[in-house]
């Protein structure tokens, strides 16, 4: 049941900063997609970051860990790629996208927590 409400919520992140930002952009029926970006962007984050992150290691040591930010852009443009009604018009919206959408996520969760006390 926690893992559909953080699923919901990350769809809602989604739908909110897909109205705000002018380079992203749901299709179709929004609310639908910005669920299955939701789950789409979970999927990666669990399978293909681990293996970017290891693989990017030296670079974002090097950076003091702002490369993961590129990281965060990279899966959201291939979660682009991935589907058909969502698009990201270029890795500096990306970028921004996910930097606002993890803001987001933890405002969000911060008032579930607060109404479950």
């Given at each position: 049941?926690?893992?559909?409400?953080?699923?919901?919520?990350?769809?809602?992140?989604?739908?909110?900063?897909?109205?705000?930002?002018?380079?992203?952009?749901l299709s179709g029926d929004t609310f639908v997609n910005a669920i299955i970006?939701?789950?789409?962007?979970?999927?990666?984050?669990?399978?293909?970051?681990?293996i970017l992150i290891i693989l990017t290691l030296p670079v974002t040591i090097?950076?003091?860990?702002?490369?993961?930010?590129?990281?965060?852009?990279?899966?959201?443009?291939?979660?682009?790629?991935?589907?058909?009604?969502?698009?990201?018009?270029?890795?500096?919206?990306?970028?921004?996208?996910?930097?606002?959408?993890?803001?987001?996520?933890?405002?969000?969760?911060?008032?579930?927590?607060?109404?479950?006390?």
């Amino acid at each position: 049941m926690n893992l559909i409400l953080k699923l919901l919520l990350t769809a809602l992140a989604v739908f909110i900063l897909a109205y705000i930002l002018p380079g992203v952009t749901l299709s179709g029926d929004t609310f639908v997609n910005a669920i299955i970006v939701a789950i789409v962007l979970g999927i990666l984050n669990v399978l293909v970051k681990p293996i970017l992150i290891i693989l990017t290691l030296p670079v974002t040591i090097v950076t003091l860990g702002l490369f993961l930010l590129i990281i965060n852009a990279l899966i959201i443009l291939l979660a682009d790629k991935l589907i058909d009604g969502f698009s990201v018009s270029s890795i500096w919206t990306a970028i921004l996208f996910s930097i606002l959408l993890s803001i987001l996520q933890s405002f969000l969760h911060s008032l579930l927590k607060e109404g479950k006390n």
